[in-house]
DNA sequence: CAAACCAATTTGGTTAACCAATTTTAAATC
DNA sequence: GATTTAAAATTGGTTAACCAAATTGGTTTG
């Protein structure tokens, strides 16, 4: 139960096996939504895989919210129907790793909406950490030190502020992998660094202003100097 | 390591105390990136938890990407620096359940970005399964049955047209919860499923002539009857 | 005949033992 | 003394045995 933006192993494979035969076992005994799956010994032993196989293929399915275990009772069906049912399996199934171009994409996306409700929801309290992780950003840059890591702080900090628990989820699972493709391909320098403190400053101002068109747009314009500058196009 | 959309469990909370231990260990021990952490039968003797329960929170690591586990060699601390791991470890454990509304919101944002780059980027076969999912769509209304599944598949169909798969992914995560919400609370009645035939058909016809703003302003037009209608505002 | 009770079974969760690949250590060799 | 080699220890992964809660079926009881 991933992204999986990471590996792609030996394990996976086998995993995903797994949810395709559970996918054919229900619609072979036409399970419908709160029916119960046999039980993960069953399951192991039809498919002749360890138990623990099977309990990681079921979390994977939890995860993405399609049946629910229950302690000493069973793992049930959730309420989305036979036929959404197969649709999502098939499309996890066939899920490929992301790759940078749609994550930072994606981020772009969400950024460019976070920045926007921060700007209309954000509390006193998010105002004074998303300050903390300005200030240890600008501390890092005036000592010329590098600051990839207190930047995307800085963003998380105004995705918390969105009051979007979605979107910051989202934000969180995305950002790691920026931040390593960011470190690899040594992108941002220290003119791009101190570009930065200015515009994050104009992005607070306007979150703190409660002004949601100048902080998207802010955000816009630190993303078009950030890409722009990293992929010199 | 999930949206966790769904239980606020006894066993979420073991998982995120020990979250929580390995971070603390992190930092008393100053391990940085590329590090290895102590072995999980070592960490599961000092925190004084079972060892598939370090597993489980090592997982959860392992999907936001913050460590790697290589089998017969231990887990390791991925590049992203002490800073952001504290950070967004932090951020993790405070994250609060997502909620319907932040659900909505998040799909209408993902949704008129991925229209429009289907629209740009479909290929002929895209473009075969989203008729596919259509024409499911269609039967189902005509035949005055519920078609909420099928909706809801036509949508996944243009996520996956939009060739990001990070996009796909966390399209995939909402939609179970959105089917189950819109089925518990009876949105969308047989007229709102009849205008959806139109509303689909435009949105499609927009992506087959690749004809990305129409797409997008169809889309608009279309969340616009549904949540209007839902939630007659 | 229905309701209450109880023991046997079934369940997901937990623990402990085991495995094979890897890493480390030290002995052997030149 | 440096290099090679082999054996011992360590590792994440796997398997099997065990646990307590929950379900089930039959029996008893009112």
Redesign the interface.
């Known amino acids: ?3 999986e ?3 792609k192993n030996e394990h996976q494979a086998v995993q995903n096996e797994i949810i395709g035969k559970i996918r054919d076992l229900i619609n072979y005994k036409n399970l419908e939504p709160g029916d119960k799956l046999p039980s993960e010994r069953m399951l192991s032993e039809k498919f002749g895989v360890s138990r623990s196989n099977v309990r990681e293929a079921i ?1 994977k399915l ?5 049946v ?1 275990s229950m302690p000493q009772s069973g793992t049930f069906i ?4 036979v ?2 049912m197969n ?2 399996i098939e ?2 199934l066939r ?5 940078f171009k ?2 930072v ?2 981020r772009i ?2 950024e460019l ?1 976070t920045v926007r409700l921060a700007a209309l929801r954000r509390t006193d309290e998010d105002l004074m950490q998303m300050k903390e ?1 300005l200030d ?1 950003y600008n501390t890092k840059v005036l000592n010329g030190e590098d600051a ?3 930047d ?2 800085f963003h ?1 900090a105004i995705a ?1 502020a969105s ?8 934000m ?6 920026i ?2 493709n960011f ?2 391909f040594h992108v941002c320098d220290k003119n791009q660094a101190m570009l930065g403190i200015e515009e994050h400053t104009e992005i607070f101002k306007a979150i703190e202003n409660q002004d949601p068109q100048k902080a998207k747009q802010k955000m816009k314009k630190h993303f078009k100097s950030l890409y722009q500058y990293c992929y010199n196009t």
């Open positions: 139960m991933k992204l933006i990471y590996t979390r939890e995860f993405y919210g399609l629910k959730e309420d989305i129907g036929i959404a649709g999502i499309d996890i899920l490929e790793d992301p790759d749609s994550l994409e994606t996306l969400l909406k992780a240890a990839i890591q207190e995307l702080l998380l918390k009051g979007n628990s979605t979107m910051n989820t989202l969180l699972m995305i950002t790691p992998e931040i390593m470190e690899k």
